[in-house]
C-alpha cells in the first residue's frame, strides 16, 4: 500500500511538471506572434484560431499534448519570390514602343519607296499619280477586314468628317512626295519632305495638342533637322541653272508633301473610335482612287507597263508604302507626332544608301555627314524612351512581405 502511495505521489509529481512546463511553453507561445496559430490546442483557440481541416491533428485525441507541440509544426508564409536579374527589369515603355515601330516597320520600308519610284519611271516612263493609284488600289482590300468586323466603311458619323479629312490630306502628301521624286534626286526629295514634317509636328503639336517635350527630345529633334540641313543645303545652293526652275518646284512639292504628312498624323492621333487604323486606311484607297482616276488624264499622260522591272517596282512600292503607312498611324497613338516625325528620318538613310548602291547616284560627303547626324539623333530619341520597373517592384516585395 505504501508502494501504491509512493506511485501515485510520484504521478501527481510528473503531472504537475508536465502542467507547468506545458503553461510556460503556452505564455511564451502567446508573447510570440508567428507561433501563436499552433501553440494554443483546440480547447484553447478562439474560433477564428483553430486548425483547418487540412491541418494534420492528433487521431482519436480531443486536445494537443506536449509531444503533438514538440513534434509537429505547421507550414509557415511562402517565402518571397526571388529577385530577377537585373537586365530583366528593364522594359520597354509605350512611347519606346511606338519608336520602334516607326523606324523598324516606317522609316526602313519607306526608304525603298523613292528609288523604286525613279527606277519604274526611268524604266517605261509611269507617271506618279499612275502609281498611287496602283497603291490606292491596294487599300481598298481593307474593306473585307471592315466587313468582317460589321464595322462602318466610312466610321462613325461623329468622326466621319475628320476621318474623310485625314484620307484627303494624305492623298495630297504622297502625291506631292511622289511628284517631286520624279525631279530631283531621291535623297534630297526625301530629306525636304522628313524635315517640313518634323517642323510642321512639333508647331502643331505645341499649337493645337500644348504637348510638352523633354530636353532630349529636343536634343533629338534639333539634331535631326541639323542632318537633313547638312543634306540638302549644299545641293540646294549648287544647283545647275538650266534645271533650277524644275528642281525648284520639285523641293516646294516635297515640302508641302512633308506638310502634310504631320498635319495628317496629328488629325489621326486625335481620331478615337474602333478599328480607325483599317478604317483610314480603306478611305484613302476611296479617296485616291477618286482623285488619282480623273487627275492621271488631266495631267499627266498614263503608261501601261509591259516590262517585269516595272511591275516589280510598281507592286513593291504598293506594299512597302502600305506598311510604312500603317505603322507610322500606329506609332503617333503611342508617340509624340514630331518624335515620329523625327524616327522617321530613317527613310532618308535607307534611300541613299539604295541611291548609292541600287541607282548609282553620287553620294557626296555632306549626305554621309547629314545621315550619321541623323542616325546619332535618333539613338538619343530612343534610348531616353526606355523605362525601368524595378523600383515599382521593389515597392510592391516590401509592401507584400514586410507586414
Same mark, same amino acid.
Given at each position: 500500500?505504501?508502494?501504491?502511495?509512493?506511485?501515485?505521489?510520484?504521478?501527481?509529481?510528473?503531472?504537475?511538471?508536465?502542467?507547468?512546463?506545458?503553461?510556460?511553453?503556452?505564455?511564451?507561445?502567446n508573447?510570440?506572434?508567428?507561433?501563436?496559430?499552433?501553440?494554443?490546442?483546440?480547447?484553447?483557440?478562439?474560433?477564428?484560431?483553430?486548425?483547418?481541416?487540412?491541418?494534420?491533428?492528433?487521431?482519436?485525441?480531443?486536445?494537443?499534448?506536449?509531444?503533438?507541440?514538440?513534434?509537429?509544426?505547421p507550414?509557415?508564409?511562402?517565402?518571397?519570390?526571388?529577385?530577377?536579374?537585373?537586365?530583366?527589369?528593364?522594359?520597354?515603355?509605350?512611347?519606346m514602343?511606338?519608336?520602334?515601330v516607326a523606324?523598324?516597320?516606317?522609316?526602313?520600308?519607306?526608304?525603298?519607296?523613292?528609288?523604286f519610284?525613279?527606277?519604274?519611271?526611268?524604266?517605261?516612263?509611269?507617271?506618279?499619280?499612275?502609281?498611287?493609284?496602283?497603291?490606292?488600289?491596294?487599300?481598298?482590300?481593307f474593306?473585307?477586314?471592315?466587313?468582317?468586323?460589321?464595322?462602318?466603311?466610312?466610321?462613325?458619323?461623329?468622326?466621319?468628317?475628320?476621318?474623310?479629312?485625314?484620307?484627303?490630306?494624305?492623298?495630297?502628301?504622297?502625291?506631292?512626295?511622289?511628284?517631286?521624286?520624279?525631279v530631283?534626286?531621291?535623297?534630297?526629295?526625301?530629306?525636304?519632305?522628313?524635315?517640313?514634317?518634323?517642323?510642321?509636328?512639333?508647331?502643331?503639336?505645341?499649337?493645337?495638342?500644348?504637348?510638352?517635350?523633354?530636353g532630349?527630345?529636343?536634343?533629338?529633334?534639333?539634331?535631326?533637322?541639323?542632318?537633313?540641313?547638312?543634306?540638302?543645303?549644299?545641293? #540646294?545652293?549648287? +544647283? %545647275?541653272?538650266? *534645271?533650277r526652275?524644275?528642281?525648284?518646284?520639285?523641293?516646294? @512639292? /516635297?515640302? $508641302?508633301?512633308?506638310?502634310?504628312?504631320?498635319?495628317?498624323?496629328?488629325?489621326?492621333?486625335?481620331?478615337?473610335?474602333?478599328?480607325?487604323?483599317?478604317?483610314?486606311?480603306?478611305?484613302?484607297?476611296?479617296?485616291?482612287?477618286?482623285?488619282?482616276?480623273?487627275?492621271?488624264?488631266?495631267?499627266?499622260?498614263? #503608261?501601261?507597263? +509591259? %516590262?517585269?522591272? *516595272?511591275?516589280?517596282?510598281?507592286?513593291?512600292?504598293?506594299? @512597302? /508604302?502600305? $506598311?510604312s503607312?500603317l505603322?507610322?498611324?500606329?506609332?503617333?497613338?503611342?508617340?509624340?507626332?514630331?518624335?515620329?516625325?523625327?524616327?522617321?528620318?530613317?527613310?532618308?538613310?535607307?534611300?541613299?544608301?539604295?541611291?548609292?548602291?541600287v541607282?548609282?547616284?553620287?553620294?557626296?560627303?555632306?549626305?554621309?555627314?547629314?545621315?550619321?547626324?541623323?542616325?546619332?539623333s535618333?539613338?538619343?530619341i530612343?534610348a531616353?524612351?526606355?523605362?525601368?520597373?524595378?523600383?515599382?517592384e521593389?515597392?510592391?516585395?516590401?509592401?507584400?512581405?514586410?507586414?
Open positions: 500500500m505504501y508502494d501504491d502511495i509512493t506511485i501515485s505521489c510520484r504521478t501527481v509529481k510528473q503531472t504537475r511538471l508536465l502542467l507547468c512546463f506545458y503553461g510556460s511553453l503556452r505564455l511564451w507561445c508573447s510570440s506572434e508567428c507561433l501563436q496559430s499552433f501553440c494554443t490546442g483546440p480547447p484553447l483557440c478562439t474560433p477564428e484560431e483553430r486548425p483547418m481541416a487540412s491541418e494534420p491533428r492528433p487521431a482519436n485525441k480531443g486536445a494537443w499534448t506536449v509531444a503533438d507541440l514538440l513534434h509537429f509544426s507550414p509557415c508564409s511562402p517565402p518571397p519570390p526571388p529577385r530577377r536579374p537585373a537586365w530583366t527589369r528593364y522594359r520597354l515603355s509605350e512611347s514602343k511606338g519608336l520602334l523606324l523598324l516597320g516606317g522609316g526602313v520600308p519607306a526608304g525603298f519607296v523613292a528609288p519610284s525613279r527606277m519604274a519611271n526611268e524604266a517605261s516612263g509611269i507617271p506618279s499619280l499612275e502609281i498611287l493609284l496602283f497603291r490606292c488600289v491596294l487599300h481598298l482590300l474593306i473585307c477586314h471592315i466587313r468582317w468586323k460589321k464595322a462602318p466603311f466610312f466610321g462613325p458619323p461623329e468622326a466621319r468628317q475628320r476621318a474623310l479629312l485625314h484620307a484627303s490630306v494624305n492623298v495630297i502628301s504622297i502625291g506631292c512626295a511622289y511628284s517631286s521624286f520624279m530631283v534626286p531621291s535623297g534630297n526629295a526625301a530629306t525636304v519632305r522628313k524635315g517640313s514634317s518634323t517642323i510642321s509636328s512639333v508647331l502643331l503639336a505645341l499649337c493645337i495638342e500644348n504637348s510638352h517635350l523633354t532630349y527630345d529636343w536634343f533629338g529633334l534639333v539634331g535631326s533637322i541639323l542632318g537633313l540641313l547638312i543634306m540638302v543645303v549644299p545641293d #540646294v545652293l549648287n +544647283l %545647275d541653272k538650266s *534645271t526652275l524644275d528642281d525648284t518646284f520639285g523641293y516646294l @512639292l /516635297a515640302c $508641302l508633301g512633308g506638310i502634310a504628312l504631320a498635319f495628317g498624323l496629328v488629325i489621326f492621333r486625335a481620331l478615337d473610335f474602333p478599328a480607325k487604323l483599317v478604317t483610314v486606311a480603306f478611305l484613302f484607297g476611296v479617296v485616291g482612287s477618286l482623285v488619282c482616276s480623273p487627275m492621271m488624264f488631266l495631267l499627266q499622260e498614263p #503608261v501601261m507597263p +509591259l %516590262d517585269p522591272l *516595272t511591275w516589280t517596282c510598281v507592286v513593291t512600292i504598293s506594299f @512597302l /508604302a502600305l $506598311l503607312f505603322c507610322a498611324s500606329y506609332a503617333v497613338t503611342k508617340a509624340h507626332p514630331a518624335l515620329v516625325c523625327a524616327v522617321l528620318h530613317s527613310e532618308v538613310v535607307v534611300t541613299l544608301a539604295v541611291q548609292y548602291y541607282l548609282r547616284e553620287a553620294v557626296t560627303p555632306f549626305d554621309i555627314m547629314g545621315a550619321g547626324v541623323i542616325l546619332g535618333i539613338v538619343i530612343t531616353q524612351n526606355i523605362s525601368c520597373d524595378a523600383a515599382e521593389d515597392d510592391t516585395a516590401v509592401g507584400r512581405f514586410g507586414r
